[in-house]
């Protein structure tokens, strides 16, 4: 019995949605792929929680497929983000009873004090949008407290709503970017499964929006999916940078789109 193994699906390209790989059509001939997707890296042993064998097995699974199949030369991953609305639910939590509470004690000293702790998560247009859109179903005026109620439904009614959906996809989008680069723990990555591909030597190459659309899709990341591509000739590179410093690289696409803060 194996310790652990990895699915790789053979593609034209990079999957976007995990339904893409596992429900749409019949598997392409293995002669015109030219990308090999990890989209699911499972141990057998739960005695080996906490071991890295996974890094071993991406490395061992590259090398067997490019002396087998060297048409390949795309590697890269199709991957969830456990650890997003829970980081995102905080944030939105705190912002808004900051905000009752500045509301409640509306003095020139409070004010000063609740203005140190205020963050902007969302910019200027993304706000005005998404009270705009949700008018018919809240009445809240702050787009914060909006998106923390819609976030906050199980039922999770945003996203059949097509109003709903596009509105939000910018500001997640960007919110989810931040999570991923920026958001730290002791110098790494907060976010497990980031943690795990960029101390391999990946970088994260673009964010796919609804792509898990099942329940804990949704619970974890509002259906938010990333691709980390594996550049075989800047692994070990980019895998000391983040050893050494915590850097964590991301493709041009990553940075100009999904990085633009609010002032």
Request: aromatic content about 8%; proline content about 5%; overall charge negative.
């Amino acid at each position: 019995e194996p310790l652990i193994f990895i699915e790789v699906a053979l593609m034209k390209s990079l999957a976007q949605s995990i339904q893409e790989i596992l429900w749409d059509e019949p598997p392409i001939p293995e002669s015109d792929a030219t990308t090999a997707l990890f989209y699911s890296i499972s141990s057998t042993q739960p005695g080996l929680a906490g071991i890295n064998l996974g890094k071993f097995l991406i490395k061992r699974v590259i090398e067997l497929v490019r002396q087998e199949m060297s048409h390949i030369k795309v590697f890269a991953t199709l991957s969830p983000i456990p650890g997003f609305m829970q980081w995102l639910l905080s944030k939105l939590v705190s912002q808004s009873k900051l905000a009752q509470s500045t509301s409640e004690n509306s003095t020139d000293l409070g004010e000063a004090s609740a203005s140190a702790f205020k963050e902007n998560l969302l910019l200027p247009e993304e706000e005005k949008a998404i009270v705009d859109a949700s008018m018919k179903l809240d009445g809240s005026i702050s787009g914060t407290e909006v998106l923390l109620k819609l976030l906050s439904s199980d039922e999770h009614d945003w996203t059949r709503s097509e109003t709903l959906s596009e509105v939000l996809r910018t500001p997640m989008m960007r919110l989810c970017g931040r999570y991923l680069l920026k958001e730290k723990k002791r110098g790494k990555a907060l976010d497990p499964v980031t943690n795990f591909h960029v101390q391999n030597g990946a970088i994260l190459e673009r964010l796919n929006w609804m792509a898990d659309r099942s329940h804990k899709g949704l619970c974890q990341s509002a259906g938010i999916m990333v691709n980390y591509l594996y550049r075989l000739d800047e692994i070990e590179e980019n895998a000391q940078k983040y050893f050494n410093t915590g850097y964590i690289g991301a493709s041009a696409y990553m940075e100009i789109h999904h990085l633009n803060s609010p002032p």
